[in-house]
DNA sequence: TCAAAAGTGTTATCCTTACACCCATGT
DNA sequence: ACATGGGTGTAAGGATAACACTTTTGA
């Protein structure tokens, strides 16, 4: 059986990058194109010329940005026929494979502009940013949702009825927000064919009657999902790796530090309980320089120690509560 | 530039499926082959045919093997050119998505053999088992690993230097076994040229003089790799999902479920600790029955509370030392 | 002097880990 | 009776979350 190798179906893959910076207190992706058609950087993988994914990903992330990404990884290789259709594709069946990709503001702003921009991500994800507060979006999103719940047919190999999934993703009933489950609430969205995309893809329909808007800047493909896949990520391994200081300049203070985390995770933090945990995990040392602040008293300058990936097997910033 | 569809270069897409069980003290994978040379169940993606990888992979493991699978989900897509090639291949570039999937060992006994079977997984990572104490076969590895270390050229973009790699990924030089570490582990010996597979892709060469044995079971293609990634998302996973009751029978004792994540972590638990983290977490609820018992006092059976996937956010098994 | 942000100290609570011990059964 | 594995109690230590409070600057 798997004793000679497979004939295999010939398909074709392209690979999508999720790159992320951090602007003070926004995440950014870097999309390209025109708005209300915005895509990821993405390019066919080239076989011949490349001899890993990664890359290949690095070339044409060099190409077509003329920007240096640091941190890379895999996030998940998507081929659902029909979910990365263009408007008016004749549907070659295409296999994504989507990256996450980690660079700093400073170099993003040094990158010479090729059509390339950078684009709060929040822009896409509006019902994800609960730093202000429970999202307004919220309000449109959930009644929609639960006419939805009401209507839907029980999928197939569903493991929860609508209405479980609503409540476990949106924490809706008591449940608390999960901020980690990005691409859960992404995926419900597209069956609810609340957002753009899935209405395009044309395989659900919204609720006869209700005619809601869709919801959040869509994008090109399957490349929202490839971002939701990228910020769920992000959010998760912010708490075992120590891949914020990937998107920090050398030296920053503990505030700016907890500001970028906040901005991941859509959430705020404790700051008191921040501090010490930053301290006590000794993933920082203090430079001995003093920001000249921004209103108030100077804050004491850091960087990343980098000999904690030696030291300790999974540091990172296990934030909790609050 | 991603505004309209990219010209995507002609690839073979394979899935291969890791396809685990356990039996009493022995976690099993699924193989095909002749000795000396097994595989996983693979085959191509049929793209017309499948609509999603899922449906291809569910497919074609109810061909081959006549097995239920359960649980299902996507590892990662490997497409180094060069490691993959069978010894004589022709080597046209084959890009491999990789799956985890679960099944109770009675179904997999209830299957009638297509020639596929299953196999204990630490005849392919003997080192990965320290259950009866350190592995023995440690002490043929860490010296080939030291001796590598001192003539092995700095590798380009690599982050630790080989003697670094070494102490993180086996614990030497009092840093601790993680037991995550799986792929880490083999990709290092591959990388040392100590494995049958590196040998064969010819990308790696021994230490002249030191003509060490390959370590450990070897297999088609990048299916050993495949697998330790299997392995090493089984046994984190573990930990913050209730993935074993997959393949556990509907009813067990405590101590059968404790032997269950004994075999798959490759370590043993604190078995007091081991009881009331299970009972306080509410994951199982006692069925009245009890076992007879092998040896000692009858047993009270358990049963999965599928209730908790409902109830709380991330449901796993959080064990930590011993 | 007051607002704003940095930074410290302390306490209550929970979870993890470890140790010690008792219970029910077969041989 | 005793070996074997099942099952319970409890205490020490550490991490977490919450609270109140002091310090240093610019306006």
Do not use: C
């Amino acid at each position: 059986m798997a004793n000679e190798q497979h004939p295999r179906t010939a398909i074709e893959i392209g690979l999508a990058a999720a790159i992320v910076a951090i602007d003070a207190d926004t995440p950014l992706i870097l999309v390209s194109g025109a708005d209300g058609n915005l895509g990821l950087p993405s390019g066919p993988f080239d076989a011949p010329e490349h001899r890993t994914f990664e890359i290949g990903l690095r070339r044409f992330v060099a190409e077509q940005t003329a920007l240096e990404v640091g941190y890379v990884e895999q996030l998940y290789t998507f081929g659902d026929r029909g979910r990365q259709a263009s408007p008016h594709d004749t549907a070659p069946h295409v296999v994504s494979v989507g990256y996450l990709a980690l660079t700093r503001v400073a170099t993003a702003r040094a990158m010479k502009s090729h059509g390339a921009r950078f684009e709060p991500w929040y822009k896409f994800f509006p019902w994800e940013d609960w730093r202000d507060g429970r999202p307004k979006i919220l309000e449109n999103i959930l009644p929609a949702l639960n006419a939805w719940a009401k209507i839907a047919k029980p999928a197939p190999g569903a493991e929860f009825a609508p209405r479980e999934r609503i409540r476990l993703t949106f924490g809706t009933e008591g449940t608390p927000w999960d901020e980690e489950r990005v691409l859960e609430r992404y995926e419900l969205l597209y069956s609810a064919g609340l957002i753009a995309e899935s209405r395009r893809d044309g395989r659900e329909k919204t609720p006869p009657g209700e005619k809601t808007d869709a919801i959040g800047e869509p994008m090109q493909f399957d490349h929202r999902r490839i971002l939701a896949t990228a910020i769920s990520r992000l959010r998760a391994k912010l708490k075992y790796r120590p891949v914020v200081f990937e998107l920090m300049p050398d030296e920053f203070t503990l505030t700016e530090l907890q500001r970028t985390v906040e901005a991941i995770a859509g959430r705020h933090l404790h700051k008191q309980n921040f501090r010490r945990l930053v301290e006590g995990t000794a993933l920082v040392e203090p430079t001995g320089e003093v920001s000249t602040h921004t209103g108030g008293r100077p804050a004491a300058m850091y960087r990343f120690r980098r000999e904690v990936l030696r030291e300790r097997p999974a540091p990172g910033l296990r934030f909790g509560g609050r």
